[in-house]
């Protein structure tokens, strides 16, 4: 965003560069969890606005490739305010998941890589996409969600990218579409008036799009 790189360095965190000078990029800042935590950092993404004054980064580790038993990847909210000096302060961990160590694939993959409001699409492995407000930063919380039907063959979903596109009359909320590969067309039918779990049925209603992946759009 601008001249600044917000990149995940895996197993090594997340760094902020300055990339004024693309021939050579000058480290910022990073911070780097794992260990304590098991998860490598899948993605760094900054939020384009203010939030009560702070700049925030939204991080999230992937659930796979853990370095020792652990609980399940999730989302870290990052205030970047002072960049040189990131301060972690808020995470989002979904209810089903307490902590407990789980197979992999199980927790967070990635949230939507760009972002355009305060809720966030993120592809969530066994359970599916879920949709995260961080309006209040310090207590991000879940809006709605969508769970596929496993693969044939498969004992559980494996949501795996989620993208979005704006859309004129709702600007902060994009439409989200999460692809689950190897899920089948047409293995689950979901019907345009057939809501996401949330009270926000009628701007997270689902259905399903014919596509070289089974992939689920948020309406």
Not at 26 to 44: E, M, R, V, Y
Not at 207 to 213: I, T, W
Request: proline residues 13%.
């Amino acid at each position: 965003m601008g001249d600044r790189l917000y990149t995940s360095y895996w197993q090594g965190g997340f760094v902020i560069l300055d990339i004024s000078d693309l021939s050579n990029p000058k480290h910022i800042s990073g911070l780097d969890w794992s260990p304590p935590f098991p998860c490598p950092t899948h993605s760094a993404v900054p939020v384009p606005f203010e939030i009560n004054g702070r700049k925030i980064l939204v991080v999230a580790d992937e659930d796979v490739f853990h370095l020792f038993p652990g609980p399940p990847a999730f989302i870290w909210i990052v205030d970047i305010t002072v960049e040189e000096r990131p301060v972690p302060f808020a995470t989002f961990q979904i209810d089903a998941l307490d902590g407990a160590p789980q197979p992999k694939a199980t927790g967070c993959h990635q949230p939507i890589e760009k972002i355009s409001g305060t809720e966030i699409p993120a592809a969530w492995f066994a359970h599916g996409m879920r949709i995260i407000d961080i309006a209040l930063p310090r207590a991000p919380r879940e809006v709605a969600y969508f769970v596929p039907d496993p693969a044939p063959g498969a004992e559980r979903p494996a949501s795996n990218d989620v993208f979005g596109r704006p859309r004129a009359d709702l600007p902060g909320r994009p439409r989200a579409r999460i692809s689950h590969p190897g899920a089948g067309l047409g293995r689950r039918a979901v019907g345009e008036n057939k809501p996401c779990h949330s009270p926000l049925i009628s701007l997270w209603s689902c259905r399903q799009r014919s596509a070289s992946l089974n992939e689920h759009e948020s309406f």
